[in-house]
């Protein structure tokens, strides 16, 4: 066999304890504001039968993106691209006995076959915020509201982020009623807007133009609209439209200010059938789209399933540290490590475990050094591992019963019992951040 | 399309809000106490290159049971059936940068293709300990105090399970220098071993006497022993026996008493060098082996890189549940939701929200049902949720500021303000418990 390889899989990362620590900090914001709101953490399996996504998934991710294989036992499965549909089959399975609304989340890895790109990967961690058993805006105004929460417990102000909205019936009435466009034309409209920030604008113009003809500055103008009362009188006939106005109204009424129309707001998932939105950074630098969501009423029909209102988004864990440090918003962060006891030699390996014992039953997070390495290697070591104090264990220490620690950060030293050691480490803030 | 089906992929669980939460409480036991004892988290990619576990996992998981297959850029690619080989490969990327002793921890989901068996799933969860750069004996005691401290946490006592020893090179020891066996013996008597507890007793010893004949005696003492005390003087010959004789003694010095020694422990990986243990239930009803593990010293010679000594276990999450189900362990689990607030009817809707909000402020932990159903109806709705308590509101207390909260176990009701109501619930103990 040739030489294995201690790369990687192509597309994926390792999560060495500095990175895991970051990627811990974002799982817990997200948890903490989830379950602010009430909603509780479920699960799936990895893999789906493939059909599952074939049914509202999209083509191009099933066809190009999916990691789908046929089993020991002939089955054609799939590694989740999404967890939508495997929330939907959950909520179909039981939907006799759960009680609405019902307001769940998850953190799955998902795994697409993306060609190797600048911040693409094959694997990611997502957020999933899904709210089923409310029609009303209420629903939509509620996830919203979670995003921003996330945002802003992130360290995130309104300038450093918008909002952006969209509605599917919206887009239907101003093709069909509005623009009065064909089925045909509707659709590559559709596609057209979709690919509207990965074009030359003068093209994309005359694409329009082609499309629209004589209407095409109407359409055009219905583009430059942010705000809702900007759009014209006409598009109020449609419920989507009052729908939108609505839903801003309850946000800004909530605190949530930084919500902006576009009609550009797609959203990649066929399953979608309401409201759309999608949160960008307002950076120049970073003008990305970070995440988004929308309203889902009819996933639950590919089981035959009575139908449930929906309305969800998903957080992905690159984006969102790609934002965190174009905005200079990740902590430090210390190991969960709160205190290294190392040995002053090998004479007092048994005196450094004897304490280390005791300050663990005192609910204390302590990794010991008994090796015979000298005592600046082992303050070097654990200052390298981010452990924020060290107590060295020697003659003295083990005779008095006293033991000097030091923050190393500082240089400070200060000399306790084992009773005193206890009472300052759990009074120690950084490890509540931790853990 | 034919009709899709709700049920989970064969082998594998959906993990409701009420599963999730004692899978929460299982991996929150396992966090706990390896943070506890100086490991950090770290993880690697579900996929690695399928060489990575040809190397050393063992032929029959590689060959049966590995869900492997080809990515669309022609690479063989398998699900990661174990952790312990990604493991090795991120030490083995920066072992000139890491300083020793590393002590790692993860909780990695892990794919088997199982035949349809009880209690054999194809997607399980197993925490994972590892200890590397340690070759005393200090580092096996530290690894099974671990184990030892993580069924304690959860509640079990000494008489409930057993950690039973042994020793790779003393098996050879056994093998050669005391039985002086032919490599092909030694090597059917291994597995014959392996397979005693799913043979005919017997049957075992039969064959057994075929391999061994008049030494069938000699060697059929060896596996009453229990105690190493008992064992043959001359195996104290062997530094493997020393070793087992000083980790008992070290063992037995931090508490760990529930020890014995027992020549059937082998372990199913290739990779083990040294000692190895296996935790078991006492339960005559359930007397299954919990969980294992053991020492390998050489596993990152398969990248080519330097030796380093490492100690672990992998403990899984099906095991565990069973036990404690077995002994009765499970605590209740209330929802993350700590209060449902219901709005009287639809047109306290906004008050309902603008309670909830404030709650939030505080860190409270609320979901809020302003749906048109009765009151009554909600209620239930919070109770089924596991969520612990009812604040109502309507026209009364939207006047007054007050609020009454209901404990929905005993019935007591009290009215507060919304500071009031704060304190009470960040008091909350069983708050603590499930975040």
């Known amino acids: 066999m040739s030489q294995l390889s201690v790369r990687p899989y192509k597309g994926t990362r390792d999560f060495y304890p500095e990175d895991m620590r970051l990627q811990r900090y974002i799982f817990e914001v997200w948890r903490r504001v989830s379950e602010r709101f009430g909603y509780e953490e479920y699960n799936a399996p990895l893999l789906e039968m493939t059909d599952l996504y074939r049914a509202k998934t999209g083509e ?87 995003a921003h929460a996330v945002m802003q417990e992130f360290g995130a102000t309104e300038h450093m982020f918008t909002i952006k909205l969209n509605h599917r019936e919206l887009m239907s009435y101003i093709f069909g009623d509005y623009l009065q466009l064909n089925v045909d034309a509707a659709h590559r409209l559709s596609k057209l807007l979709d690919r509207k920030n990965k074009m030359n604008q003068d093209a994309f113009k005359n694409q329009i133009a082609a499309i629209l003809g004589e209407k095409t500055d109407q359409f055009m103008a219905l583009l430059e609209v942010e705000r809702l009362r900007d759009l014209p009188e006409q598009l109020f006939q449609s419920q989507a439209a009052q729908q939108l106005r609505e839903l801003a109204r309850v946000l800004h009424n909530t605190g949530v200010t930084n919500i902006h129309f576009d009609l550009t707001i797609q959203r990649g998932f066929d399953y979608y059938t309401g409201t759309v939105f999608e949160v960008f950074d307002t950076n120049p630098d970073n003008p990305r789209s ?29 984006g969102t540290m790609n934002f965190l440090r174009t905005h200079e918003l990740i902590p430090s962060l210390s190991s969960t490590t709160q205190v290294y006891v190392a040995s002053l030699d090998p004479a007092y390996a048994e005196e450094a475990e004897h304490v280390a014992n005791q300050l663990r039953d005192g609910d204390i997070n302590v990794a010991v050094d008994t090796t015979d390495q000298k005592i600046g290697a082992k303050i070097k070591t654990a200052d390298k591992k981010n452990i924020p104090r060290v107590v060295i264990v020697g003659a003295e220490e083990a005779k008095a019963g006293k033991y000097t620690m030091r923050e190393l950060s500082s240089g400070e030293e200060l000399t306790e019992d084992i009773a005193g050691l206890r009472i300052i480490l759990t009074n120690d803030a950084t490890r509540r951040l931790n853990i």
Chains 1, 2 share one sequence.
């Not at 089959?89 to 953190?107: G, N």
């Open 60 to 146: 191009e991710i099933v066809n190009e993106q999916i990691y789908n294989f046929t089993d020991r036992g002939g089955r054609d499965v799939t590694i989740r691209p999404e967890m939508t549909p495997s929330l939907a089959r959950l909520v179909a399975a039981k939907q006799q006995e759960l009680r609405t609304p019902l307001r769940w989340y998850s953190i799955p890895n998902l795994w697409r076959y993306e060609r190797a790109q600048h911040g693409r990967l094959r694997e990611h961690w997502q957020l999933n915020i899904d709210l089923f058993g409310t029609s009303d805006v209420s629903a939509e105004a509620e996830v919203i509201r979670i």
């Open 290 to 318: 970070i995440f988004g969501g929308g309203r889902y009423d009819d996933l639950l029909s590919i089981f035959q399933a009575k139908q449930m209102p929906a309305v969800g988004f998903g957080m992905g864990d690159v």
